[in-house]
C-alpha cells in the first residue's frame, strides 16, 4: 500500500487507549491507516517530518455561531483604533458612500487613551442620519448612536442592558442588547454570505477543527447551505440546531438539500439570559442587583414538552441555561421527558442540589473556557460566596456531567489556543478575579484537549476525535515541542497545521 500521507517524527497523543502516544501516522483517502511503527513502514506519496511537533486528534467546537462569525468578517475593523478621535475619523471615512446601517467592531477602551467607552454622542458627532452599531472587542458590549438607539426602541426602554448614567442611555448596551441589535443588522446576498461561510470554514480548518456545531442557525444560514450544496461541500463538518422559532412551522424542506458535511441534528431552546445582562435565572437574587433574579424563560414542564416536541421530530435539544434557576429547571425538565440524549449549553453557574442532579442525569453541557477570563463582571454579580460555582467543570465533571469545549464564537475568538489557555490558567497571569474562588478547577493541557476532541465530538455526535486506524484523518499540529512547553506557553502557542479529512490546511 501507498499511502498518501506519512507524518513522522511526531508526539502524538492519539486518546487511544491501545495506541497511547505514538510518532508516526499515515493516511490514505482521507482515513488514518497506520499508527506508530506500522506506520513507518509505509510508502508515501508525501512524507512530513515534524521535527518532535505536538499532535491531537482533531478539534470539534461544540457551540458556536458560524454565520455571525462571518458576517462580521466584512464589518469596519476598529482593533488598533488608539484613541476616540481615531475612532470618529476612521467611522467618519467608512461610512462615506454608504447607506443603511453602519457596522464595526473590535475597539477597546484599555487601548485609547481616553480611557472610557465612546458614547452615542460621540458617534453622533459624525455619523447622525444613519444608524450605528459599534461592537466592543469582547462582543457582550456595543455602542449604538442615536439613531440606532431610536431605530430600536432601547432609548427609553429602561432595560437593565442598556447603560444609563446621569439619568440619560449613554448609547452602550449589553448582552442580550446587543444580540438583539445584532439580530436586526441587514444581511447581504445569499452568494456573498455563502463566499464568507467558506472563508471561515477554512480559516477553522486551518485551526485544526474538523467539526463544529452551529447554534441557533436561522433561514438565511440554511440558504447559505443549500447554495454551497448545489456545488460541493463545505470544507469541515457541521452539525445545525436550529433556532427555537423553527419548532412552530417545521417542514420537511427545512433539512433537505444540505451539502453532504452538514446535518441538522437538533434545536437551540433557550432557558434564560446572561449574566452581564442580568437576565441569566439565579436562584437567588445577583449580588450587585438584590431586586433581580434574572428571567426564567422555560420552567420544567415546558422544558420537557418542548423536548418531547423535538424528540419526535427525530432531532435533540440544546438547551441554553446560564444561571443555577436555569439549570435547576432544565434539568428537572429533562429528568421528566426520561430523555439522555439532550445538551445543556453554559451552565455557567451551578450548585449542590444541580451538582447532585448531575449524578443521577449524567448531563453533557458545552462550555466555552474563554467566558472564566473574559466575563469581568462574573464574581461581582453571583458574589464571592457562589463564585466558587462559576465555570466549575472539574467539579461539575466529579458528580457526573460530561464537560465539552466550545468557543461561542464570535462572542470570543474561535482559535482554540485561547479557550485552552483559559481552561489551564483560569486567568491567574492576569490576576482575572474568579480565579481566586475556583482554585481546583484548573486542567493541564492534556485534560483540556480530551475536552476539546474525545468529549466534544461525543456531544456533536461525530465520529469520536481519536487517532485510531479506520478512522477520519482529522488532526492538529501545535508549535511546541512538548505538552510541557505548550502548557507553559499557552498565550504565544501557536496552530502549526490542521489537517482535515487528510487534507492539509
Ligand atoms: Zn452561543
Known amino acids: 500500500m501507498v499511502a498518501d500521507l506519512l507524518v513522522t517524527n511526531a508526539e502524538i497523543w492519539s486518546f487511544d487507549e491501545e495506541q497511547g502516544i505514538v510518532e508516526a501516522l499515515a493516511v490514505r483517502d482521507g482515513r488514518i491507516v497506520a499508527v506508530g511503527r506500522a506506520a513507518e513502514r509505509i510508502k508515501a506519496k508525501r512524507v512530513i517530518d515534524l521535527d518532535g511537533r505536538l499532535v491531537f486528534p482533531g478539534i470539534v467546537d461544540a457551540h458556536m455561531h458560524p454565520m455571525s462569525l462571518s458576517l462580521m468578517s466584512e464589518w469596519l475593523d476598529l482593533r488598533d483604533v488608539a484613541s476616540i478621535e481615531e475612532l470618529k475619523e476612521r467611522l467618519r471615512l467608512w461610512a462615506e458612500g454608504r447607506g443603511g446601517w453602519i457596522v464595526g467592531r473590535g475597539w477597546d477602551q484599555e487601548s485609547m487613551v481616553e480611557r472610557r467607552c465612546p458614547t452615542r454622542w460621540d458617534l453622533d458627532e459624525v455619523v447622525p442620519d444613519r444608524p450605528v452599531f459599534l461592537l466592543r472587542v469582547c462582543g457582550h458590549l456595543a455602542v449604538l448612536n442615536t439613531k440606532a438607539m431610536e431605530m430600536t426602541g432601547l432609548l427609553g426602554s429602561g432595560r437593565p442592558d442598556v447603560v444609563v448614567e446621569d439619568g440619560r442611555p449613554t448609547g452602550l448596551i449589553i448582552e442580550d442588547a446587543v444580540y438583539e441589535v445584532y439580530g436586526m443588522l441587514p444581511k447581504p446576498s445569499i452568494v456573498k454570505g455563502t463566499g464568507l461561510m467558506i472563508s471561515t470554514l477554512r480559516r477553522l480548518a486551518r485551526m485544526g477543527i474538523r467539526g463544529i456545531c452551529s447554534m441557533g442557525a436561522k433561514e438565511y444560514e440554511l440558504k447559505v447551505y443549500k447554495h454551497i450544496a448545489k456545488k460541493g461541500d463545505v470544507p469541515i463538518r457541521v452539525s445545525v440546531y436550529l433556532d427555537q422559532e423553527f419548532l412552530s412551522h417545521m417542514d420537511g424542506n427545512a433539512l433537505k438539500g444540505l451539502p453532504p458535511k452538514v446535518d441538522v441534528a437538533g434545536v437551540k431552546l433557550f432557558a434564560d439570559g446572561s449574566l452581564g445582562g442580568r437576565t441569566a435565572a439565579l436562584s437567588a437574587p445577583y449580588s450587585d442587583a438584590p431586586n433581580l433574579n434574572g428571567r426564567l424563560l422555560l420552567d420544567s414542564k415546558t422544558v420537557s414538552r418542548l423536548v418531547n416536541r423535538v424528540e419526535s421530530l427525530g432531532l435533540r435539544a440544546a438547551i441554553h441555561a446560564i444561571g443555577d434557576r436555569a439549570v435547576y429547571?432544565?434539568?428537572?425538565?429533562?429528568?421528566?421527558?426520561?430523555?439522555?440524549?439532550?445538551?445543556?449549553?453554559?451552565?455557567?453557574?451551578?450548585?449542590?442540589?444541580?451538582?447532585?442532579?448531575?449524578?443521577?442525569?449524567?448531563?453533557?453541557?458545552?462550555?466555552?473556557?474563554?467566558?472564566?477570563?473574559?466575563?469581568?463582571?462574573?464574581?461581582?454579580?453571583?458574589?464571592?460566596?457562589?463564585?466558587?460555582?462559576?465555570?466549575?467543570?472539574?467539579?461539575?465533571?466529579?458528580?457526573?456531567?460530561?464537560?465539552?469545549?466550545?468557543?461561542?464564537?464570535?462572542?470570543?475568538?474561535?482559535?482554540?489556543?485561547?479557550?485552552?489557555?483559559?481552561?489551564?490558567?483560569?486567568?491567574?497571569?492576569?490576576?482575572?478575579?474568579?480565579?481566586?474562588?475556583?482554585?481546583?478547577?484548573?486542567?493541564?493541557?492534556?485534560?483540556?484537549?480530551?475536552?476539546?476532541?474525545?468529549?466534544?465530538?461525543?456531544?456533536?455526535?461525530?465520529?469520536?476525535?481519536?487517532?485510531?486506524?479506520?478512522?477520519?484523518?482529522?488532526?492538529?499540529?501545535?508549535?511546541?515541542?512538548?505538552?510541557?512547553?505548550?502548557?507553559?506557553?499557552?498565550?504565544?502557542?501557536?496552530?502549526?497545521?490542521?489537517?482535515?479529512?487528510?487534507?492539509?490546511?
Open 329 to 505: 429547571e432544565v434539568l428537572k425538565g429533562l429528568r421528566r421527558a426520561r430523555m439522555r440524549n439532550h445538551r445543556i449549553e453554559h451552565a455557567s453557574l451551578i450548585n449542590e442540589e444541580i451538582l447532585e442532579m448531575f449524578s443521577e442525569l449524567k448531563p453533557m453541557i458545552a462550555v466555552q473556557p474563554g467566558f472564566i477570563v473574559s466575563d469581568e463582571w462574573a464574581v461581582k454579580r453571583v458574589g464571592e460566596g457562589r463564585a466558587r460555582y462559576l465555570y466549575a467543570y472539574k467539579t461539575m465533571e466529579k458528580a457526573g456531567a460530561l464537560i465539552a469545549f466550545s468557543s461561542d464564537a464570535p462572542v470570543e475568538t474561535p482559535n482554540p489556543t485561547f479557550h485552552l489557555y483559559a481552561a489551564v490558567t483560569r486567568g491567574r497571569d492576569v490576576g482575572v478575579e474568579l480565579s481566586r474562588h475556583t482554585g481546583g478547577e484548573e486542567m493541564n493541557f492534556v485534560e483540556a484537549m480530551r475536552r476539546y476532541t474525545v468529549y466534544s465530538s461525543l456531544i456533536a455526535g461525530f465520529q469520536p476525535s481519536i487517532i485510531r486506524p479506520g478512522y477520519e484523518a482529522s488532526f492538529v499540529v501545535f508549535d511546541a515541542r512538548s505538552v510541557k512547553e505548550a502548557g507553559r506557553n499557552l498565550k504565544n502557542l501557536n496552530i502549526y497545521m490542521g489537517v482535515v479529512n487528510g487534507q492539509i490546511n
